[in-house]
């Protein structure tokens, strides 16, 4: 059976290379953030976003023990702010929409914020980059922001950015993702 996280993975590793810039805009527990600090290596550099300050004393914790390079900038701002801290083009950012795992769950992705973030990581694209957005339509908020994002993006030029959904056709509440990528 097809894992989705590994699948996840293997999208970013088509597009993203040691020496290369990441975002992970939604930071949680930090698991993203090591993938891709272990994958830019020490030459490349990952900036990590979180809302909530125990993702990031939980991120900052599991990138030393996972021995993950000191090539992180962990951000405790909302995504949709990502321009104010980065001002290079990246190559790969991921959002892993909802909740933080193991939380009590007050705290949400939310759509007003969710959509200008994607926007300003599409408009942060360099060439032949990726963003990866898992959602999570199991809950009401998570069932409107993949609702909206799936309508902003199918309104994108063809000619700009190639945006493909995976998603489980006979499991329509499983979470399911969406690549955006723009031409080599
Ligand atoms: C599903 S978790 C992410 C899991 C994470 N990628 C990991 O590997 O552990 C979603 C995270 O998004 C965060 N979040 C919610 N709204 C946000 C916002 N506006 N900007 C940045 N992060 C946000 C939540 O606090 C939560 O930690």
Redesign the pocket.
Known sequence: MIDLLDLQKHFILTHLREGDIAV????????????LSKTVGETGHVYA????E??LR??AE?LKKAGCPENYTLIH?????VKNYVKEPIRAG????????G?DKT????RK??LP?IEAAISLMDRDAIILV?I?PGHAEGEAEGKEICEYLSGLSRYKVCATRINILNSPTSPFFILIENKP
């Open positions: 992970d805009f939604t930071m949680g527990n930090g698991h993203d953030t090591e993938f976003f979180d809302i909530q125990a993702a939980s991120t599991n701002d909302s995504h949709h702010n991921m959002f892993n929409l909802g909740y933080l795992p939380s705290v949400t992705t939310m914020t969710t973030a898992a999570y």
